[in-house]
Nanobody
Framework: QVQLVESGGGLVQAGGSLRLSCAAS????????MGWFRQAPGKERTFVAA????????LHADSVKGRLTISRDTAKNTVYLQINSLKPEDTAVYYC????????????????WGQGTQVTVSS
């Protein structure tokens, strides 16, 4: 049993910054790799970034490199997504995800998902 709860979304002005959080819990959650996905209106859910269970390795989608950064606080079982220079195209529901295989997240799949948090960027 894995529970993922995202927070930190909201209405933000373009050019600003935002940090999303994902609080994870479960009997073996410390062994899971974690990731972020997002789904814009009318679009499919897409991979954003992933981090290994130790926090020692990360992977970011080419489309977000340089602006969106994933990090992990293993002691708190919390994953973050820092978003800088927000653009209207960043508007989406952002989902936290967990899987025991980092490669699964990197390939766009996960065994566990959070409920999502809405990020809306105004011009």
């Amino acid at each position: 049993q894995v529970q993922l709860v995202e927070s930190g979304g909201g209405l933000v002005q373009a050019g600003g910054s935002l940090r999303l959080s994902c609080a994870a819990s479960g009997p073996t959650i410390s062994t899971y790799a974690m990731g972020w996905f997002r789904q814009a209106p009318g679009k499919e859910r897409t991979f954003v970034a992933a981090v290994t269970w130790s926090g020692g390795g990360t992977l970011h989608a080419d489309s977000v490199k340089g602006r969106l950064t994933i990090s992990r606080d293993t002691a708190k079982n919390t994953v973050y997504l820092q978003i800088n220079s927000l653009k209207p195209e960043d508007t989406a529901v952002y989902y936290c995800a967990a899987d025991q295989l980092f490669s699964q997240l990197a390939s766009g799949r996960a065994d566990h998902w959070g409920q999502g948090t809405q990020v809306t960027v105004s011009s």
